[in-house]
C-alpha cells in the first residue's frame, strides 16, 4: 500500500479488525519510510456496477458519490456516523445483488427507504433533491405523510 504522506510503496499492517458490522476491514498500516501511521478499510465487493443515468449515460458505481449524497441529507442531524455507514453499505450490497447495471432511480429509492427508516428530516432532505421539488407545497406533502408515521427508534420504545 502506497504512504499517502511519501509515495513510499510500502508500509506494514500493525492492526487489523473487523468494521461496519463484518462488511469491511479496518487496517492500520505504518509507511516503512517515513514511518507516518495511516487508516485503510478494505470492503467486499461482489461485482463492478455500471450506472444507468436517466440520459442513457453509463459510468462506474462511485461509493464516495453515495457518501456524499448520504452525507449532506445527514448533516447537522444527530445520527451516529456508523448508523450511516451501515446505510451505505447496505445500499451498496442490495445494489450488487440486482445485477451489473443499476439505474439512478434504483439508487435513489433504496437510499430514500434506508434513510425513512434512519432519519425523517434527512428522508425529505434527501427527497427534495432526488424528487426535484420545486414548490413549497412539495415539502409539505412529504413532510405530512412522513409526519403521520411513527419516527425512526421510536418503533423500540413502544414493543
Known amino acids: 500500500m502506497r504512504c499517502p504522506f511519501c509515495a513510499h510503496e510500502d508500509s ?11 462488511a469491511a476491514i479496518r487496517r492500520r498500516r505504518q509507511c516503512e519510510g517515513c ?4 487508516t485503510t478499510f478494505e470492503r467486499v465487493q461482489l461485482r463492478e456496477l455500471t450506472v444507468v443515468k436517466k440520459d442513457g449515460k ?25 448508523k450511516i455507514d451501515q446505510l451505505i453499505s447496505g445500499v451498496q450490497r442490495q ?3 440486482r445485477g451489473d447495471e443499476v439505474t ?43 409526519g403521520q408515521e411513527t419516527p425512526p427508534g421510536e418503533q423500540d420504545k413502544l414493543l
Open 35 to 38: 514511518g507516518a501511521r495511516f
Open 95 to 97: 445494489l450488487e445483488t
Open 104 to 146: 439512478t432511480v434504483a439508487i435513489g429509492e433504496a437510499v430514500m427507504v434506508g434513510l425513512k427508516a434512519l432519519d425523517h428530516v434527512a428522508y425529505i432532505r434527501f427527497a427534495s433533491i432526488y424528487k426535484d421539488f420545486s414548490e413549497p407545497g412539495d415539502f409539505a406533502e412529504i413532510a405530512e405523510r412522513v
Open 12 to 22: 506494514q499492517v500493525k492492526d487489523s479488525r473487523p468494521s461496519e458490522d463484518g
Open 58 to 82: 453509463r459510468e462506474p458505481f462511485d461509493r464516495a458519490k453515495l457518501e456524499r449524497a448520504i452525507g449532506h441529507s445527514c448533516r447537522k442531524r444527530d445520527i451516529d456516523p456508523a
